[in-house]
């Protein structure tokens, strides 16, 4: 921090939490409903301690994490030895990682500040120039028809969609004269 004061070399903060309902709405009917969620703020990339940043903490980019699965399922029960179960998930989960929110935030350094005064050194100044913003989302619609026809032969039908919906913004950002952007 150059004031001589001690810093943690890094922190992974983690937040998970977990529920689930479930209903039985007769006898031949039942609905689950359940729920994952998790938020975790590291300032290390993918929890690994990057070394050369010992002298300058503070220049390594922290990461975002936030995630949702939720799930519903329906099982309906046609006689004693038939039944439906119809599932649908959704999995949502935002990816961040930078020193500053704003990709053209002023206090980003020059690019220059990163480079080694040769072997065995470490950034004295500086920021990562990394930054990437990843959302991805994922939607499942399964159906099940199960039937026991026989002690020896069971027959099952099923379907089963899914939606996928990714973005990635992954850029290293050059701040120096030939980008004018200093």
């Known amino acids: 921090s150059g004031d001589n004061t001690f810093m943690p070399m890094g922190f992974n903060n983690r937040t998970s939490l977990f529920g689930k309902v479930s209903y039985a709405v007769s ?7 359940s729920a994952i969620f998790q938020n975790r703020v590291q300032n290390r990339d993918n929890g690994i301690y990057d070394h050369l940043f010992r002298y300058n903490p503070q ?3 922290t990461s975002y994490e936030n995630a949702l699965i939720t799930l519903v399922s329906w099982n309906h029960i046609i006689s004693p030895k038939t039944f439906i179960n119809i599932r649908a998930s959704n999995n949502k ?8 929110k704003d ?3 002023s206090r980003y350094s020059t ?5 080694l005064r040769g072997n065995f050194s470490f950034y004295t100044g500086g920021t990562d120039m990394k930054y990437l913003v990843r959302s991805s989302n ?5 159906g099940d028809l199960t039937s ?3 002690k020896r032969q ?17 850029i290293v950002l050059k701040k120096n004269a030939e980008t004018n952007f200093i």
């Not at 989960?93 to 500053?100: G, M, T």
């Not at 069971?154 to 992954?170: A, C, K, M, P």
């Open 111 to 115: 690019d220059n500040r990163l480079r």
């Open 148 to 150: 026991q026809i026989s």
């Open 27 to 33: 006898n031949q009917d039942r609905i689950s409903v």
């Open 154 to 170: 069971q027959v099952q039908f099923g379907i089963e969609t899914i939606f996928h919906d990714l973005r990635l913004n992954s």
């Open 93 to 100: 989960k935002d990816y961040e990682q930078y020193v500053f």
């Open 59 to 61: 220049g390594q980019a």
């Open 138 to 142: 994922q939607i499942l619609v399964k």
């Open 103 to 105: 990709s053209l935030d």
